[in-house]
């Protein structure tokens, strides 16, 4: 069932061209000139109800102004944005009680409040009952395990300890979607398996649908089965990960270790025409090396046969194209039309 269905969305706005030179700031106040900056470009979609959509794109392509869109928080300059069959209404409450809303290094939390007193106080705005309430609560506990930092003041938090107050504080009323923009920025390893364990869990037992954008290649793996590609403010890719991988992942890594040791430079001459894109000699172990190269150049089993034309080979491993390795080739090839 289609639960958001974006229609041919368009955002654009005026950006001022400063003018240099000495008059430049009269200049700029009595006659300004303006270029027309283009954000989204007739982007449209459709996202089921519990799924989990990551939006990727360069810096600027266009993920963020998609998401305030989404949220109600912008309008679109033509298009419509649908929530079960109806177009949204950006002031209506009701509509914006179906959300939850992170946005990575901002918070919802009173500042000066203990976590605690945030909480009651969105339980009250959003109508919680208290067994939705003490739900979400002793989820929160145990996959956290950190029950203290309810009691903390929001300004004495770190970063991290915040963001899984503030995943708590947007899923609190159980919202029907989840927009994600950068959640797990600056955070700590130990934090980011938090927050991905929190928004997995929510997807699974609430079937709360999850849009995520992000540029840590972990939270698209461990979170998301589908991913939307913007380059310039237009849709690019709109399939499941997999696809993306076979479509986009041109790189292969082969480790080996060789009989004998192995001369770096007679391995760059005879594998010069071949793609090999990084080549990488074990300083502790002269007799391995890791070669990575572009397969649409040169298959892995050629790869490995030129490799033997130059030393016997004892041991072997294959790595395919990694998600970050197909996101970096996309963003260099991928053209606007």
Not at 69 to 90: E, M
Not at 129 to 145: P, Q, V
Not at 260 to 268: F, G, L, Y
Request: aromatic share 8%; net charge neutral.
């Amino acid at each position: 069932m289609t639960q958001l269905a974006v229609e041919s969305v368009n955002k654009s706005y005026r950006q001022l061209q400063a003018s240099d030179g000495r008059f430049s700031a009269l200049r700029n106040l009595f006659s300004p000139v303006y270029r027309k900056v283009t954000a989204l470009a007739d982007v449209s979609f459709t996202v089921k109800k519990g799924e989990r959509l990551a939006l990727l794109g360069q810096n600027g392509a266009g993920k963020s102004t998609l998401v305030k869109i989404l949220c109600g928080a912008l309008s679109p300059s033509s298009g419509t944005v649908r929530f079960d069959g109806q177009v949204i209404d950006r002031h209506s409450i009701a509509f914006k009680k179906r959300l939850g809303i992170v946005f990575g290094q901002r918070t919802q939390l009173w500042w000066e409040l203990p976590v605690n007193d945030s909480l009651q106080a969105l339980k009250t705005i959003y109508e919680v009952n208290d067994a939705n309430y003490r739900r979400m609560i002793a989820l929160f506990d145990e996959l956290t395990g950190m029950a203290n930092l309810r009691m903390i003041p929001a300004k004495n938090l770190s970063l991290g300890q915040r963001t899984l107050c503030d995943i708590l504080a947007s899923c609190l009323h159980l919202p029907e979607v989840l927009l994600l923009d950068e959640p797990t920025i600056g955070l700590d390893l130990g934090v980011k398996d938090r927050v991905r364990a929190m928004i997995n869990e929510l997807n699974r037992q609430f079937r709360i649908t999850v849009i995520l954008t992000s540029h840590d290649t972990a939270d698209i793996e461990n979170i998301c089965d589908r991913i939307i590609l913007i380059n310039s403010g237009r849709l690019m890719f709109d399939n499941n990960v997999y696809r993306f991988i076979n479509e986009h992942g041109v790189f292969c890594t082969v480790n080996l270790i060789a009989r004998s040791v192995i001369d770096p430079e007679r391995v760059r001459l005879h594998l010069d025409e071949t793609g090999i894109v990084d080549f990488y000699t074990d300083p502790g172990n002269t007799r391995g090396c890791e070669i990575t190269f572009d397969k649409t150049k040169i298959e892995p089993a050629e790869m490995l046969e030129k490799l033997g034309d130059i030393f016997e080979i004892d041991e072997f491993h294959i790595q395919s194209s990694s998600l970050e390795s197909a996101i970096k080739y996309a963003y260099s090839k991928i053209a606007v039309p």
